[in-house]
């Protein structure tokens, strides 16, 4: 059946609200209290408990890890410095995203890689012949995702040295009140924060440290619904809903390249190790421009407003981020789609991550989006921006 | 196509199996007057349920449903007529080691299940899935299509020709030959490809055997893998499962359906033969004696009891015959039906779960499997054999009195030809065999057994009558599928004789309550009759 997971005993006695998500064959907490409020301000203003075990994870060992890694993911691996951390996409043949993580070098031949969906097939697939091993340590490695402007505090005071000097997108191997982890100061959040990776056996320990120690700075377990909130503001994708994996499309239009989420800045074309997988077509596709663009919308309030008016109505915004896909349009005609939006609780804008049609996709244009008012379809002003929508400095600094 | 009046009926159909109503429920719906005559006290042929233990319901030959057409399901509005198709969707194979393994209705939960065994079938599990999908989309026209001829120079054949080959040129590179693979390969070959769990492969094998007279590693059973596949995408929704009251209700629907349009049913009315008048069929004759005329005949039996018992030999082309004769019909099935005075106790998952109400498959390698083949190969009845199981009552509580149960279970291979010959002994060794090899799994069932049933092709062919007990009126081979079913160039549900067609499972697209037959059939006689 569904299963917890190894913090089920802590989040399952917290969860008030009995509101729980599926993910990857794991339940976990959609928000603890009867709304999600509270849990996503912690996020942006204390510090939230996000359960993230989920993940899948996979220990990358041996001599030929790093060529390995660099034939697979798009990123430069031979440039990865021992303790750093890579998020980024990986490929098929036809470079069409399969899934997007982190990868984290905890050894001169160590590697951890996270990932949205099983992909040891994959990873074996690409292994022949190579010096290495991979072994997938999801279910023995529970995650915990520390977030917030208190959370190096938190996690500073419980630790054994690493953590407070620990730079954006570094990992680490430490204990925290005698608990063996490593610590990586990344996130889905865009925010300051960390997660932290334990052996299963110990996760339920490390919670009610962290919970002990989180106290007076008002720590609080999120959600994945404030979570939501929190990466839509930062501009981060989610698999599935932002795209199709393309191991999972049925049809080819439905397969994204990391250009066209939004990822260009992971695809190394150049890499030492020459080709990866997918390059070739990546090449072509850099040298002829990509058909979609993956962008902001800012939604105008002004314009929804004036829709809402029409019917008797202030504006009516959904509480919780959404997840479906939204037409989007330029002069009458559908330009592309959106995929994820939200109220920004912190920016106070109408928000969402949309698929655009690369001659719309200029930062500032006006499209206007498909809102439904009264059970009726109409469609509001909204503007192309760049993401991250949110990006404050304590995220890096 | 005669216009002459005078006839009893527009047309007659023989057989009241499934096909042939759904034969005469199209029929009736052009506004044709339409005979059904049925040997049995009862409709459904292979596809019936019946009370032979008091209080105890069981579909006597076929159990489950998954490739009935939905545009049948539709257009002869059956569930208006009481179909109601339950879910079952999970499928558990004990092993011998106290082990098992499940594929449950989740798509997570499976995954979990599978991964238990091998985390790299875990992830192919869902790559198969895919292009299964794709190859089952693509060859889901051909289900629903008369069979172009492809040594004719008509246009119709033609077009019907230059239609497929585009369509298969649409599947890209790389679907197509998986696509010839699965033509050519057998279910073995085709699954090491894939997979490496043992007990994964020979359940999914298994499909690929079931109705023929080969084994797993016989080349050409791969192909029978993607039928698994086609009720997903079929439109009808959910359309996999058993049809409430047994697979005798969807009979049953189809018998309404046709009564609502106005077709007459006659039961208890065997044909013993078809009058034929200057190269036409022009009505039958009774066992009774009695005679009727028809302007039209269509046979839903098998293609050997239509053309070589219902027609004499003089009346049809020598290289027909010849080619009726060759056709392969070796029964290689049996079925046992049993009464329980309590659910099967299974050691691998003790106690009463949902795994009972699913399928349980008793295919823990594909060496069992083929060794089971191997007795069948030599004229023997497999000692232990292939078994595919439901317990009905635990999906339709109405199959069995309260608090007791019915078990169907679908055992290979019996073969038809066996050694020595079938008769009551060996009937009850092979029903002895079967619950045997299950008691292993489940100890506790011999002593729960309040009656039982056993089926071999012998009974099969005596008491439904189907020749030499196939399940599917003749094998689902390669060299005997689409227009080559049953015989070249006859394949479009016409015969040698005029006014006489074939509609049973021995013409395209082949065994199984599908229905397609039928209906093909039916549209073919309509579009001579406007000639
Ligand atoms: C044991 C077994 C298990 C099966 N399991 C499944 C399953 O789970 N799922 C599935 O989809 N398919 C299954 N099948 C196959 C499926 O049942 C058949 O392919 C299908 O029912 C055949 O239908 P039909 O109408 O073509 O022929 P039949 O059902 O064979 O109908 C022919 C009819 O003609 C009648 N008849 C015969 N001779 C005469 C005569 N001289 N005069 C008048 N009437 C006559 C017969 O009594 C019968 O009613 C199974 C078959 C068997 C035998």
Redesign the interface.
Known sequence: ???GTPFHSRTGALCQSQNWR?W??YVVAGSYELTHDREYYAIRSSAALIDVSPLHKYMIRGPDAVRFLDRVVTRDVSRCALGQVLYTPWCDETGKVIDDGTLARLGEETFRLTAAE?????L?DNAAGLRMTIE?VSDSTAALAIQGPASREILSGVSDAGVDGLRFFRVTSTNVRGIPVTISRTGYTGDLGYEIWVDSERAEALWDALMEAGGPYGITPAGILALDVARIEAGLILIDVDYVPA??A?IESRKSSPFELGLGWTVKLNKGAGNFVGSKALEQEKRRGSEWQFRGLEIDWQSLEKLYGEVGLPPQLPTVAWRTSVPVYANGKQVGYATSGCWSPILKKYIALAHLQSGHAEPGTKLQIEVTVEHHRKRAAATVTETPFFDPERKRA | MSKEGGADYDAIVIGGGHNGLVNAAYLARAGKRVLVLERRHLVGGATVTEEIYPGFKYSVCSYVVSLLRPEIIRELDLPSHGLEILPLNSTVTPLPNGDYLARWADH??T??ELYRHS??D???Y??YG?LM??LAFAVKPIMAMVPPDPTSLSPKDLRGLLKLGRHFRSLGEERFHALFKLMTMSASDFLDEWFETEPLKATMSASGIIGTFLGPRSPGTAYVLLHHYMGEIDGAFRAWGFARGGTGAIAEAIAGAARRFGAEIRTEAGVARVTVKNGRATGVVLESGDEISARVVVSGLDPKRTFLKLIEADQLPTDFVDSIRRFKIRGSSGKVNLSLSELPNFTCLPGEGPHLRGAISISPSVDYLERAYDDAKYGDFSRRPYMDIIIPSMIDPGMAPPGKHVMSIFVQYAPSDLKGGWDETRREAFGDAVIDTLAQYAPNLPGAILHRQVLTPWDMERDIGLTQGNIFHGELSLHQLFFLRPAPSWADYRTPLENFYQCGSGTHPGGGISGASGRLAALTVLQDWKR
Request: aromatic share 6%; no cysteine; net charge positive.
């Open positions: 059946m569904l299963r599926r990857a064959g099983p992909n040891l097939r994959w074996h997938d191991h999972r049925l | 997570d939960h995954r979990r985390a790299r875990a992830e192919a869902d790559d895919k999908y794709h």
